[in-house]
């Protein structure tokens, strides 16, 4: 249960529900990747990422959505902290 745990939470919360490599070096850089960023998360707003947060920075880095976007889901998160 806790790979079915873990997987869901992968898909889900980080938005990877698509994996972009076949390999083993490739699958273990995207699950780095995914869960580096998502600790960058925690240390920046000192709570975990909600999907607005990760859907903006996913938003950001595929060209859609300026920084701008992505720093006021960040304010969001620390507002909502207080």
């Known amino acids: 249960w ?20 076949e390999s083993e ?4 850089l995207h699950f780095y990747a995914a ?3 998502s600790l960058l998360v925690v240390v920046h707003t000192g709570r975990r ?3 607005a947060l990760l859907r903006a920075l996913h ?3 595929l060209g859609w959505a ?10 969001r998160c620390k507002i909502a902290r207080a």
Do not use: D, S
């Open 2 to 21: 806790q790979i079915e745990i873990f997987f869901r939470w992968f898909k889900t919360t980080l938005q990877c529900k698509h994996l972009l490599a």
């Open 25 to 28: 070096n490739g699958l273990e």
């Open 35 to 37: 869960l580096i960023a």
């Open 49 to 51: 990422p909600n999907k």
């Open 59 to 61: 938003f950001y880095l």
């Open 66 to 75: 300026e920084w701008t976007h992505v720093e006021e889901e960040v304010l």
